[in-house]
């Protein structure tokens, strides 16, 4: 009993730490740009009535689903007239996810323990606390983070055999994300399975619940629209059948196996192969998390973040081989010994890298931008009519929820794949386009050209290695402009190094 509540008090500690660690996180560094432009920038163009939708709204291969959660929050602000702070704005709409991701992570650790057995249950719960993945992503505002919680739920209500529940969790997945079918098809062996008798009334009230949020998500999204919008239909000919991922980068197709699974597991990946040996149950987990993992690998576009929604899956099986190593290392005495030692150590090591990840990526990795924006919201406060100019990638930078005020003038690089970019060439103004990446961007003639229809800016937002280009090509056209303020923004030299605030000299 003793070892229960012990056990009980570190979960909630660690829930704890894990909670505050991942909000605190999001104050400091950025992820990536869809954490803003699917959710906090789309809701603020909903409730402001201007702003800047990027070309997957026009679309329509977002739900609104996400965004309308966050303007229901701006609509009760503005009740009390706040609706214009950073908490409302951003803050707000983080912790509502965070919370959700809480909900996923007790969810998981009852699925762990209802599909592995509660001692291996408790062991997957601890690698999922621990790790950074799970922390650094926890309150962003980013489908795959949202889909994940869905996951972690869902998978418990399909252990215990709550398969009608389970079919509305999924269809609610589902519409927000299409891909979440991934991750579910390999299951539908299993689900018949758990149908039992009267299998054709079970399975039509499944259908039934899995219709509700998908006819929701249709009439919410044809609304928004104003017309017919079957954005997982959308989703799937733009990414699959036109192979419109490919736009935003090509990955080997072994990429998840050398770089995006070490990258999340660490040590652990070493136990990994080996569930396909393990209890049934762990054998079969292992099955649908190795499809999905080969699905996506024949996707052209790749990013570690798509490896969330599977993650639920990943840290069980690696519990349950750790566990029959133990198990089977004590049946022959050979626990205490070299074989011993590397389970210890390969657990120990992926504590201390997951600790150290979460700090060095979560508070010292692509933390510039945030405090560039804090900067010239603080800023522009007392003007009445600030012009900003961000001359950075296109969405690189959360713009009107991160900068707002009711008179600003924003300009910023747009991009969209080359069947939407004619959503932003047809503007009356000229408009900065991002082609094909900001190293084909022609910083002269653009500042040239944008200052023959606009004032010059009170501040621009750039990072450090345009900066010279910047301040050339604005000294050419007769404006004098230097670094005010330089913020540190990564140590790593794919990123940008620095982020700065120019100002008239």
């Given at each position: 009993?003793?070892?229960i509540?012990?056990?009980?008090?570190?979960?909630?500690?660690?829930?704890?730490?894990?909670?505050?660690?991942?909000?605190?996180?999001?104050?400091?560094?950025?992820?990536?740009?869809?954490?803003?432009?699917?959710?906090t920038?789309?809701?603020?163009?909903?409730?402001?009535?201007?702003g800047?939708?990027?070309?997957?709204?026009?679309?329509?291969?977002?739900?609104?689903?996400?965004?309308?959660i966050?303007?229901i929050?701006?609509?009760?602000a503005?009740?009390?007239?706040?609706?214009?702070?950073?908490?409302?704005?951003?803050?707000?709409?983080?912790?509502?996810?965070?919370?959700?991701?809480?909900v996923?992570?007790?969810y998981?650790?009852?699925?762990?323990?209802?599909?592995?057995?509660?001692?291996?249950?408790k062991?997957?719960?601890?690698?999922m606390?621990v790790?950074?993945?799970?922390?650094f992503?926890?309150?962003?505002?980013?489908?795959n983070?949202?889909?994940?919680?869905?996951?972690?739920i869902?998978l418990?209500?399909?252990?215990?055999?709550?398969?009608?529940k389970?079919?509305?969790?999924?269809?609610?997945?589902?519409?927000?994300?299409?891909?979440?079918?991934?991750?579910?098809?390999?299951?539908?062996?299993?689900?018949?399975?758990?149908?039992k008798?009267?299998?054709?009334?079970?399975?039509?009230?499944?259908?039934?619940?899995?219709?509700?949020?998908?006819?929701?998500?249709?009439?919410?999204?044809?609304?928004?629209?104003?017309?017919l919008?079957?954005t997982?239909?959308?989703?799937?000919k733009?990414?699959?059948?036109s192979?419109?991922?490919?736009?935003?980068?090509?990955?080997?197709?072994?990429?998840?196996?050398?770089?995006?699974?070490?990258?999340?597991?660490?040590?652990?990946?070493?136990?990994?192969?080996?569930?396909?040996f393990?209890?049934?149950?762990?054998?079969?987990?292992?099955?649908?998390?190795?499809f999905?993992?080969v699905?996506?690998?024949?996707?052209p576009?790749?990013?570690?973040?798509f490896?969330?929604?599977?993650?639920?899956?990943l840290?069980?099986?690696?519990?349950?081989?750790v566990?029959?190593?133990?198990?089977k290392?004590v049946?022959?005495?050979?626990?205490?010994?070299?074989?011993?030692?590397?389970?210890?150590?390969?657990?120990?090591?992926?504590?201390?890298?997951?600790?150290?990840?979460t700090?060095?990526?979560?508070?010292?990795?692509?933390?510039?931008?945030?405090?560039?924006?804090?900067?010239?919201?603080?800023?522009?406060s007392?003007?009445?009519?600030?012009?900003?100019?961000?001359?950075?990638?296109?969405?690189?930078v959360?713009?009107?929820?991160?900068?707002?005020?009711?008179?600003?003038?924003?300009?910023?690089?747009?991009?969209?794949?080359?069947?939407?970019?004619h959503?932003?060439?047809?503007e009356?103004?000229?408009?900065?386009?991002?082609?094909?990446?900001?190293?084909?961007?022609?910083?002269?003639?653009?500042?040239?050209?944008?200052?023959?229809?606009?004032?010059?800016?009170?501040?621009?937002?750039a990072?450090?290695?345009?900066?010279?280009?910047?301040?050339?090509?604005?000294?050419?056209?007769?404006?004098?402009?230097k670094?005010?303020?330089?913020?540190?923004h990564?140590?790593?030299?794919?990123f940008?190094r620095?982020?700065?605030?120019l100002?008239?000299s």
């Amino acid at each position: 009993m003793d070892r229960i509540k012990n056990y009980r008090q570190g979960a909630q500690i660690a829930f704890a730490l894990k909670f505050l660690l991942a909000i605190a996180i999001t104050r400091f560094s950025d992820f990536v740009p869809d954490e803003h432009w699917q959710s906090t920038e789309v809701a603020y163009v909903l409730h402001f009535g201007r702003g800047h939708l990027t070309w997957e709204w026009y679309a329509n291969i977002r739900s609104y689903i996400p965004p309308l959660i966050i303007l229901i929050v701006y609509k009760i602000a503005s009740v009390f007239n706040c609706d214009g702070s950073f908490v409302i704005l951003v803050k707000v709409p983080q912790i509502l996810q965070l919370a959700l991701s809480a909900v996923g992570w007790n969810y998981f650790s009852r699925f762990a323990s209802a599909r592995v057995g509660s001692n291996t249950g408790k062991l997957a719960t601890i690698f999922m606390l621990v790790s950074w993945f799970t922390t650094f992503c926890g309150a962003r505002l980013i489908s795959n983070q949202t889909e994940m919680s869905l996951n972690c739920i869902a998978l418990y209500l399909f252990e215990i055999g709550d398969l009608a529940k389970f079919s509305f969790i999924m269809g609610l997945n589902f519409a927000l994300r299409p891909t979440a079918a991934i991750l579910w098809l390999p299951f539908l062996p299993e689900f018949c399975g758990k149908l039992k008798d009267k299998t054709f009334k079970n399975l039509l009230k499944c259908l039934k619940f899995a219709a509700f949020p998908l006819v929701g998500a249709l009439a919410l999204d044809s609304m928004m629209t104003s017309s017919l919008s079957i954005t997982w239909l959308e989703f799937f000919k733009f990414n699959f059948l036109s192979g419109g991922s490919a736009e935003f980068g090509v990955h080997s197709p072994y990429w998840y196996l050398y770089s995006g699974l070490p990258s999340v597991l660490g040590p652990l990946l070493a136990f990994l192969p080996f569930g396909y040996f393990c209890s049934k149950k762990t054998r079969l987990l292992t099955i649908y998390a190795t499809f999905y993992i080969v699905v996506y690998s024949f996707i052209p576009h790749k990013e570690i973040r798509f490896l969330l929604p599977v993650t639920p899956l990943l840290f069980p099986i690696c519990a349950s081989v750790v566990s029959t190593l133990i198990k089977k290392g004590v049946q022959t005495n050979k626990i205490d010994g070299h074989f011993g030692t590397y389970l210890k150590f390969a657990v120990k090591l992926f504590i201390g890298l997951n600790i150290g990840a979460t700090i060095f990526l979560g508070f010292f990795h692509q933390c510039g931008v945030k405090r560039a924006t804090a900067d010239i919201s603080g800023k522009i406060s007392q003007m009445d009519a600030p012009r900003v100019w961000i001359m950075t990638p296109c969405y690189a930078v959360p713009i009107f929820s991160h900068i707002h005020h009711p008179n600003i003038e924003l300009e910023y690089y747009k991009c969209a794949p080359k069947v939407f970019r004619h959503l932003y060439t047809n503007e009356s103004a000229y408009t900065l386009i991002q082609p094909n990446g900001f190293a084909t961007v022609d910083l002269h003639q653009d500042i040239s050209k944008k200052l023959a229809g606009a004032k010059a800016p009170h501040f621009i937002l750039a990072f450090q290695e345009h900066v010279p280009k910047i301040i050339a090509a604005f000294d050419k056209a007769g404006y004098e402009y230097k670094v005010c303020v330089t913020y540190f923004h990564s140590y790593i030299e794919d990123f940008a190094r620095a982020v700065e605030i120019l100002c008239n000299s």
